[in-house]
């Protein structure tokens, strides 16, 4: 018998799950604390959605929104260039439960902040990742893979966007 899956937008409630979430999918390096996550809760809840299932959090998405055209590890990590009206939206962290993996969640958390992202009137979406998703992202839309800058965790990252519509 399959669990129902839900979407919604994140609660304060949610944070000690959700920073959980986030320790269990990325490394300690990559992690965002406790206190970075309950960050990007309070800035901007309208870019921050959860799959829950029976009560737990399983997946979630969160992210930003910025008028540079350069994503930076500052913005990452301590949200610099963050204007709730700025002109893309940047996704700082996709995780989803290993069990749950492979179910279409991450698609469809992806799929929340591109209709929200809509709504706000952004010109795009944008993420780094590692060189062994941009597979992944491509499959989801996402296009234009470049090596930023970046050097976080002593690892090379690739900026992908995804265009929305102009209005």
Same mark, same amino acid.
């Given at each position: 018998?399959?669990?129902?899956?839900?979407?919604?937008?994140?609660?304060?409630?949610?944070?000690?799950?959700?920073? #959980?979430?986030?320790?269990?999918?990325?490394?300690?390096?990559?992690?965002?604390?406790? @206190? &970075?996550?309950?960050?990007?809760?309070?800035?901007?809840?309208? !870019?921050?959605?959860?799959? @829950?299932?029976? !009560?737990?959090?399983? !997946?979630?998405? %969160?992210? #930003?929104?910025?008028?540079?055209?350069?994503?930076?590890? @500052?913005?990452?990590?301590?949200?610099?260039? &963050?204007?709730? %009206? #700025?002109?893309?939206?940047?996704?700082?962290?996709?995780?989803? &439960?290993?069990?749950?993996? !492979?179910?279409?969640?991450?698609? @469809?958390?992806?799929?929340?902040?591109?209709?929200?992202?809509? *709504?706000?009137? *952004?010109?795009?979406?944008?993420?780094?990742? *590692?060189?062994?998703?941009? %597979?992944?992202?491509? &499959?989801? #839309?996402?296009?234009?893979? *470049?090596?930023?800058?970046?050097?976080?965790?002593?690892? %090379?990252?690739?900026?992908?966007?995804?265009?929305?519509?102009?209005?």
């Amino acid at each position: 018998m399959s669990q129902q899956v839900y979407f919604r937008q994140v609660r304060r409630s949610d944070l000690d799950n959700c920073a #959980g979430l986030e320790q269990l999918c990325y490394t300690d390096q990559e992690a965002a604390t406790r @206190e &970075h996550i309950a960050k990007r809760i309070e800035t901007y809840p309208d !870019g921050f959605f959860v799959a @829950e299932s029976e !009560g737990q959090i399983i !997946g979630m998405i %969160n992210c #930003g929104a910025t008028h540079m055209d350069d994503i930076t590890d @500052e913005l990452y990590m301590q949200l610099a260039g &963050h204007v709730r %009206n #700025g002109k893309h939206s940047v996704i700082f962290s996709l995780a989803v &439960h290993p069990d749950y993996r !492979g179910r279409g969640i991450a698609h @469809e958390l992806i799929n929340l902040v591109i209709e929200a992202s809509k *709504k706000k009137q *952004k010109q795009s979406v944008h993420l780094l990742c *590692k060189k062994s998703l941009i %597979n992944f992202y491509e &499959h989801l #839309g996402f296009g234009s893979p *470049k090596l930023t800058d970046s050097s976080f965790n002593n690892s %090379n990252w690739y900026e992908l966007s995804f265009p929305l519509p102009s209005v």
